[in-house]
T-cell receptor, first 115, second 111 residues
Framework: KQEVTQIPAALSVPEGENLVLNCSFTDSAIYNLQWFRQDPGKGLTSLLLIQSSQREQTSGRLNASLDKSSGRSTLYIAASQPGDSATYLC??????????????FGQGTILTVHP | DVKVTQSSRYLVKRTGEKVFLECVQD?????MFWYRQDPGLGLRLIYF???????EKGDIPEGYSVSREKKERFSLILESASTNQTSMYLCASSLSAYEQYFGPGTRLTVT
């Protein structure tokens, strides 16, 4: 059974810092990996999707990398801002059969960026 | 832009009531999902559907059922609500194995 772990569970940084959030998964047979952001009491917003054949994806100040063989992904946030404060969730999508399309989520990293 | 909407943001029900949570997506996605999110337990998949009238159990289907009569609409049903079903319920949709898009969530309280 796939398990997804995110480290650290919480992170507090001053505005302007570059930071890295980590995600690891136990089964490397994944179809793709998706990073989400969740604000308190709200739904999830998709940030980046990396296919299993890709090494990284970029969107603005966000860069996500994937090392499928070692079961790891990182989300890099450049020049952090207070508006980046949220919970960041990593989720992997399995391959084949009825797992196709299903996501397994990590517990999330709570990020606080203070002015 | 993909839009996933849920019928209520907040809902309060009594123990034993039958509860319907509705989800609608506007992008012709074949896959739709219902999750619940609880502190310390994260997001857990309740049911999903990969086509009209097709459904599969997720990780925690007990106490829930679903209905998908039309492609754009996926309903979660609590046959007899219990206090341990108090939670945040999130609906999502996707085209095949591509990005999942989530609705705003329904915070359900069962008293």
């Amino acid at each position: 059974k796939q398990e997804v772990t995110q480290i650290p569970a919480a992170l507090s940084v001053p505005e302007g810092e570059n930071l890295v959030l980590n995600c690891s998964f136990t089964d490397s047979a994944i179809y793709n990996l998706q990073w989400f952001r969740q604000d308190p009491g709200k739904g999830l917003t998709s940030l980046l999707l990396i296919q299993s054949s890709q090494r990284e994806q970029t969107s603005g100040r966000l860069n996500a990398s994937l090392d499928k063989s070692s079961g790891r992904s990182t989300l890099y946030i450049a020049a952090s801002q207070p508006g980046d404060s949220a919970t960041y969730l990593c989720a992997v999508r399995g391959t084949g059969g009825t797992s196709y399309g299903k996501l397994t989520f990590g517990q999330g990293t709570i990020l606080t960026v203070h002015p | 832009d993909v839009k996933v909407t849920q019928s209520s943001r907040y809902l309060v029900k009594r123990t034993g009531e039958k509860v319907f949570l509705e989800c609608v997506q506007d992008m012709d996605h074949e896959n739709m999902f219902w999750y619940r999110q609880d502190p310390g337990l994260g997001l857990r998949l309740i049911y999903f559907s990969y086509d009209v009238k097709m459904k599969e159990k997720g990780d925690i289907p007990e106490g829930y059922s679903v209905s998908r009569e039309k492609k754009e609409r996926f309903s979660l049903i609590l046959e007899s609500a219990s206090t341990n079903q108090t939670s945040m319920y999130l609906c999502a949709s996707s085209l095949s194995a591509y990005e999942q898009y989530f609705g705003p969530g329904t915070r359900l309280t069962v008293t």
